[in-house]
């Protein structure tokens, strides 16, 4: 039962580290299925982190959070499309400029406001989302296999938790079953031909980069609501870079999006556990290697994979309107 525990334990961990990546991971599909590559969904979280928590601080309510987190989010999603869908600038460094901004910004408006060193004060449990506990969970949670499982695995997990996963099956319809979702993979691949046919192929795009905003604001506020209780320096971690490996691996579909997101999750979770502890053969193994064994899984992962995957033809390449 020991084992048992343990494994519960890491896939409980899983699903919770692989929240912010799923939910970043999703935004891009929507952005990159659109023709726009989103390098700033690193700096789009790391806003939306500090918006939430900063607005759930001063207004003492988590939902106005979260609110503001979105809001902040899309600001910034605005601010690409405004750089690279009207005036046709380079996505990539459009992108880089918005991590940028949003790295200093941050650490600057936190120290100004709170005088914490770029932190905001810590939450109180009205100001960020809690654990929503499901009925009979406790009443289960001794029931040999099924107990732990439906006590730690699906109940448990705050309100975001669950509204990233719905995301999934959600942007699948959307994506492949709605008018807006067959323009949007149709103006990544060929935007000449929706043009022609009379829909507005910078209308779509910032369409697809409010969604992107969204999502991100989601995985911010995520972050500093949910996890960590507070804005820190820098407290996305890379997880936007992460997102995007997650979404060439998963060769931009929501349901394999999902699936590589939660590996992600697992190798993170797994060198967390495995931080200190001694492996057969090798002995203990420094904190440093475990710290650095998601990143280096995602470099070996998209070497594997990356000339496999073909991202939509019309993505980075702004679209100028033939006359």
């Known amino acids: 039962m020991d084992l048992f525990n343990a494994i519960i334990q890491i896939l409980d961990s899983t699903i919770r580290l692989s929240v912010p990546l799923l939910l970043a991971c999703l935004a891009g599909l929507y952005s990159e299925r659109a023709g726009v590559?989103?390098?700033?969904?690193?700096?789009?979280?790391?806003?939306?982190?500090?918006?939430g928590a900063a607005a759930a601080s001063v207004f003492h309510s988590a939902l106005i959070g979260l609110g503001m987190a979105i809001l902040i989010s899309v600001a910034f999603a605005m601010i690409h499309g405004f750089a690279s869908i009207t005036h046709r600038g380079n996505q990539i460094v459009s992108g880089v400029a918005i991590n940028f901004i949003a790295a200093g910004s941050t650490i600057m408006l936190g120290q100004a406001w709170f005088q914490q060193?770029?932190?905001?004060?810590?939450?109180?449990?009205?100001?960020?989302?809690?654990?929503?506990?499901?009925?009979g969970a406790d009443a289960l949670r001794e029931v040999p296999i099924l107990g732990p499982i439906y006590a730690e695995l699906i109940s448990g997990h705050s309100i975001l938790v669950y509204i990233a996963f719905l995301m999934v099956p959600f942007t699948w319809w959307v994506l492949f079953r709605t008018r807006f979702g067959l323009r949007l993979r149709a103006v990544g691949e060929n935007p000449a031909a929706v043009d022609t046919a009379g829909i507005s192929v910078a209308w779509l795009r910032y369409r697809a980069l409010i969604c992107t905003g969204v999502l991100t604001g989601i995985a911010g506020a995520y972050l500093s609501m949910v996890q960590n209780g507070g804005f820190v320096k820098d407290m996305t971690a890379g997880k936007g870079y992460i997102a995007l490996a997650a979404l060439i691996f998963a060769k931009?579909?929501?349901?394999?999006?999902?699936?590589?997101?939660?590996l992600f999750g697992f190798l993170d979770a797994l060198s967390i556990r495995l931080q200190g502890t001694p492996l057969p053969v090798i002995g203990k193994v420094p904190v440093q290697f475990m710290q650095a064994l998601p990143y280096v899984l995602t470099v070996i992962l998209l070497a594997g994979f990356i000339g496999k995957a073909i991202p939509p033809r019309a993505g980075g390449v702004p679209y100028v309107k033939e006359r």
């Open 117 to 135: 060193g770029g932190r905001t004060p810590a939450l109180a449990p009205g100001e960020r989302f809690e654990a929503i506990t499901w009925p």
């Open 252 to 262: 931009w579909k929501p349901v394999n999006a999902m699936f590589a997101c939660l």
């Open 37 to 51: 590559f989103d390098i700033g969904l690193e700096g789009k979280m790391l806003v939306g982190a500090f918006a």
